[in-house]
């Protein structure tokens, strides 16, 4: 990303974040200043208005971050709360939803409708599909409110909740929700201009092992969050820290606080009834930068062929997503309109995110994924126990001879060490980048017992000779 294009308020949340926590990338902490830029829109029910007769859409974001377990996903957006948004969040807790639920009651009351009405929550994690309904039914009768939806490890929501994913997709685009019950329920309701934000998170080595999880989720970006989604891929590595360092951390943690209590005053003074509902128009300059993207796009489909479906709508319909992450830097700017430099800001992200899209879809060979784990297997191992990988069919008895050959090819390009030996008529195979470690002889007490099925034929025994001779 060049920091020189990047909304100036996202990158001074994103810069605070970085030295409270050093660790954590500009990509990252960026994803996270967007997102809670996003839930105070979504509160206001801010929309964006791209001028090519799509009509209002909420301006609203979906997100992915990409990390490893233990990447501080919770930290950052506990801190950022607290240098910048916890004023406004309180601030809608406890005066001005309070007031607009209070009217709702009253309204249902005097109609003899004794339809729940629920309190404000600024984030919900792990919601249920009945859940959602629930608060956005809420919302929609207070006539104030959106959803911040958090989800915690997308490889087991994807196949746990894809309902709740397929429910999702519609809202995103215009705000509509099905009515909730059924079309005949009278007491039904269909809400309309509902802002919904979503933040996921998911570890990339639990999302591609190849078994049902990689289905669902690539599944998920080919039928329609690729397009809709903002990709974050972190790629930091952890460090080692001494007390030292962690006590500065926290100073200067302590430090941002008191630095940006204008900033907090700023973003709280934002909750506003003029502003409730304000529409984000693109003015010229910034339907003709809308124009480029869209073009850009398109061409790049047409000249690129055989791409994969959610790296095709991506790139065809990513101007969408610039366009509402333009219309929430326009609003905390003080703009009445979405100007050129709010999508040049916005596609700077957005651009970003593509490359990590086109990354994650490009379907890793299963030779590669075999060499990755041969590397982390702390012994030699048979061709038997490459079949319970679960990228690896286990009726793959024979094949799977196959791509343990071209996992040695690679492995040599690669520089690796490849060891192969043969123990009762069976082959262990191990991948060291150690070149000492690789060649040490197998120890009898390290040879893992030898089972009835790993017995080789002598048909295979001299395939496998012809194939390493």
């Not at 994103?14 to 997102?35: E, F, H, Q």
């Not at 970006?221 to 903002?230: A, F, P, S, T, V």
């Not at 690896?392 to 520089?415: F, Q, R, T």
């Amino acid at each position: 990303m060049d920091e020189t294009k990047l909304n100036p308020l996202a990158l001074k949340m994103a810069k605070d974040l970085m030295i409270a926590r050093p660790s954590v990338p500009l990509a990252t902490a960026i994803g996270v200043a967007n997102y809670k830029l996003a839930n105070i829109c979504s509160q206001l029910k801010i929309q964006v208005n791209t001028r090519s007769g799509y009509g209002n859409t909420p301006a609203n974001i979906y997100q992915l971050l990409l990390l490893n377990s233990g990447g501080g996903k919770g930290a950052t957006l506990t801190l950022i709360d607290n240098f910048y948004f916890k004023d406004a969040f309180t601030y809608m807790k406890e005066v001005v939803y309070p007031k607009f639920k209070a009217k709702a009651l009253d309204r249902l009351e005097m109609e003899e409708n004794d339809r729940p009405i629920h309190e404000w929550v600024k984030s919900n994690s792990n919601f249920t599909t009945s859940g959602m309904f629930a608060y956005a039914e809420s919302y929609e009768l207070s006539k104030i409110g959106g959803l911040n939806i958090e989800v915690d490890e997308i490889g087991n929501a994807v196949t746990s909740k894809a309902e709740l994913f397929e429910l999702l997709l519609q809202p995103y685009d215009n705000g509509i929700l099905d009515p909730v019950g059924k079309r005949t329920d009278p007491d039904a309701m269909s809400i309309k201009g509902m802002s919904i934000n979503m933040y996921c998170f998911g570890n990339k080595v639990r999302l591609f092992e190849g078994d049902n999880v990689e289905f669902s989720f690539i599944k998920l970006l080919d039928e329609g969050y690729g397009r809709r989604m903002i990709f974050i891929d972190d790629v930091s590595e952890p460090k080692s820290k001494t007390p030292e360092d962690i006590v500065k951390e926290m100073k200067a943690s302590e430090d941002i606080v008191e630095k940006r209590k204008e900033d907090r005053e700023f973003i709280k003074s934002l909750i506003t009834r003029s502003n409730l509902g304000k529409v984000m128009e693109l003015d010229d300059e910034a339907l003709y930068e809308f124009a480029k993207i869209k073009a850009d796009g398109d061409n790049y489909v047409i000249e690129n062929k055989g791409l994969q479906p959610a790296v095709k709508s991506d790139m065809s319909e990513r101007v969408f997503k610039t366009a509402k992450l333009a219309g929430i830097y326009a609003f905390f700017d003080g703009s009445d309109k979405i100007e050129a430099k709010h999508m040049i800001q916005a596609f700077e992200i957005i651009k970003y995110s593509s490359e990590v899209l086109k990354d994650l879809r490009k379907i890793r060979p299963l030779h590669k994924r075999l060499l990755e784990r041969l590397l982390d297997e702390p012994k030699a191992v048979t061709s038997q126990h490459c079949l319970s990988y679960p990228f690896i069919p286990s009726g793959w008895s024979k094949k799977v001879n196959e791509i343990i050959l071209l996992a040695k090819e690679l492995a040599s390009e690669e520089g690796l060490v490849w060891d192969e030996k043969s123990v009762k008529g069976v082959m262990y195979y191990s991948v060291s980048e150690d070149i000492v470690n690789a060649n040490k002889e197998l120890e009898e007490e390290d040879v893992v017992a030898i089972k009835e099925e790993d017995v080789v034929t002598d048909e295979e025994e001299a395939l496998l000779a012809l194939l390493y001779e």
